[in-house]
């Protein structure tokens, strides 16, 4: 393997002007495979040169921006052996240009620096992506992309406007040049499938100047969870509301429901709409705090409403283990199954469930507009999650519980196929293999987490990588290997 080879090409062409770092401490668990080298960009021209050479040498490559994956297929590979990690940490200016209400940002920046640049400039701009701030703003809009905007904007990725991207032949190419397909593929199609991002320029939307929180915790009661579901997606568009299941950690193994709200407007008016839509929540108006869009963000993320925004300049990530899991509800789940899930969370360690609604610009945007489609007809997305202290012993019984909870909601959740949302990505529901990735293995996943788009998926994919280059555990294949 000629890593010092790449080593020196990489020097010849920009001396001094990249790092090298090797078993960085994200890597610090001795049975995580380690890449030969990361290579972190300090220009776009840069990300060009690492995709020449990579090729050139026939170096596998990992693409990872803000490195949350939750598989780690940005920087990990348990498939091929050695690899190289391109991270674009460096690459993070944002560019927000009010007159014409839309930025440019580079995947390396965080969707919190993101908010934080455009509230710099407006406090009656926003845009519809993820809640918590370390998500990187590369690898979270090429999945589609989610927050508390979902039901007034839709997805991040549905809010794109136009992208750079390096292609596998090293070029950088625009919306115009790489044309519409692969324009539609990026937006949703899953990351570290058709090139490298550089930025994408995204649509700035329009949010008051005041937003209306909530959060109110109760014993899960299964009537009101119940009603939850049958009111949900059918809420006023300007207001978003979840629903976090946990256990108390005691010895009675309470299990918690806390219903949490997002207003875009003012609590006056957030009392009338609850009053009209979910009286049985039982919320007065001293339940309600006013502030702003982008200090919702951190009530969401949860945070109290007076800390610093400078919080979303932070880039520390996530530092405890976790599975999680995902589906999407079309019918409300009968109380008996919600009483069956109550039993199961208070019997692990540190679950938590999260229903998010969907509905109103969720149903408008139609299913093939990107490659993310669970649109029309989905209530909620339920998300499961198991957290553990690293060097926990009992991973094992943690992923046990999260999968036999994952069968247990099967007759529950959206079905032929049962989606997946591919930004929580769970290499349980399938793996490519090395140098035999067929179309037929992938459409596995590739049909749950793209329903019918998988398929024009594999078609761009077969246009513009058909040797691929650009693959990882659960990219799109081409068609027919051509190497
Ligand atoms: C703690 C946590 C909170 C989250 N919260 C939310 C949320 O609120 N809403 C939501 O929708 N999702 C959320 N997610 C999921 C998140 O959106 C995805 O994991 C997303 O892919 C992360 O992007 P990243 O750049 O940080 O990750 P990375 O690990 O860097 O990349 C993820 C994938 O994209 C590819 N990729 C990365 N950069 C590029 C690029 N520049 N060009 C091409 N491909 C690239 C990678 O190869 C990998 O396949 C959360 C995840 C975590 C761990």
Redesign the pocket.
């Known amino acids: 393997m000629p890593l010092s080879t790449f080593h020196s090409f990489l020097h010849n062409l920009h001396p001094k002007q990249f790092f090298l770092f090797l078993s960085p401490g994200g890597f610090a668990e001795p049975a995580v495979p380690k890449p030969e080298l990361i290579f972190t960009p300090l220009s776009e021209s840069h990300v060009q040169a690492a995709v020449i050479c990579s090729k050139e040498l026939d170096i596998h490559m990992?693409?990872?921006?803000?490195?949350?994956?939750?598989e780690?297929?940005?920087?990990v590979s348990i498939i091929e052996s050695p690899f190289i990690v391109l991270d674009?940490t460096n690459l993070r200016s944002i560019s927000v240009n009010i007159n014409d209400d839309s930025a440019w940002v580079q995947?390396g920046a965080t969707l919190g620096e993101l908010y934080y640049r455009i509230a710099e400039k407006s406090k009656v701009h926003g845009f519809p992506?993820?809640?918590?701030p370390?998500?990187?703003?590369?690898?979270?809009i090429?999945?589609?992309?989610?927050?508390i905007l979902l039901r007034k904007y839709g997805l991040a990725a549905d809010n794109v406007i136009d992208a750079h991207i390096v292609d596998v032949h090293g070029r950088v190419l625009d919306r115009a040049a790489m044309g519409e397909d692969l324009f539609w593929a990026i937006r949703g199609g899953?990351?570290?499938s058709?090139?490298?991002?550089?930025s994408w320029k995204i649509k700035l939307v329009a949010v008051p100047e005041t937003v209306t929180v909530f959060s109110v915790t109760k014993t899960l009661d299964t009537k009101l969870l119940y009603r939850w579901q049958q009111v949900a997606d059918k809420l006023d568009e300007n207001l978003l509301t979840r629903v976090l299941m946990r256990v108390t950690n005691t010895s009675e193994r309470i299990v918690t429901t806390t219903y949490d709200g997002y207003f875009l407007g003012g609590a006056d008016r957030l009392v009338q709409v609850m009053q009209e839509s979910f009286p049985e929540l039982g919320l007065t108006r001293k339940d309600y705090s006013e502030t702003s869009w982008i200090q919702s963000n951190l009530f969401a993320y949860p945070l109290p409403l007076n800390t610093s925004l400078e919080f979303l300049l932070l880039r520390n990530t996530?530092s405890t283990s976790f599975e999680g899991k995902a589906d999407f509800v079309r019918e409300p789940i009968p109380e008996f199954a919600l009483e069956e899930l109550r039993k199961r969370i208070s019997e692990e360690d540190d679950p938590l469930i999260i229903w998010t609604a969907y509905g109103r610009m969720m149903n408008r945007i139609p299913e093939y507009e990107t490659p993310f489609p669970h649109r029309k007809g989905t209530m909620y997305k339920s998300h499961y999650f198991t957290n553990w202290p690293k060097g926990d012993k009992n991973v094992a019984t943690h992923m046990s519980w999260i999968r036999s909870l994952y069968n247990y909601m099967t007759p529950y959740v959206s079905k032929f196929p049962r989606g997946a949302y591919v930004?929580?990505?769970d290499l349980d529901l399938g793996i490519n293999k090395k140098d035999n990735t067929s179309v037929i293995q992938a459409s596995v996943w590739g049909v749950k987490y793209f329903k019918g788009n998988f398929q024009r998926l594999v078609k761009v994919k077969t246009e513009v990588d058909p040797e691929n280059f650009f693959r990882?555990e659960q990219s799109i294949p081409p068609l027919v290997l051509k190497r």
């Open positions: 990992r693409v990872r921006s803000g490195g949350h994956d939750f780690g297929v940005s920087y674009l995947v992506a993820g809640i918590w370390t998500v990187g703003v590369g690898g979270h090429t999945g589609g992309g989610y927050g899953g990351g570290g058709f090139g490298v991002i550089l996530p930004n929580y990505r990882h």
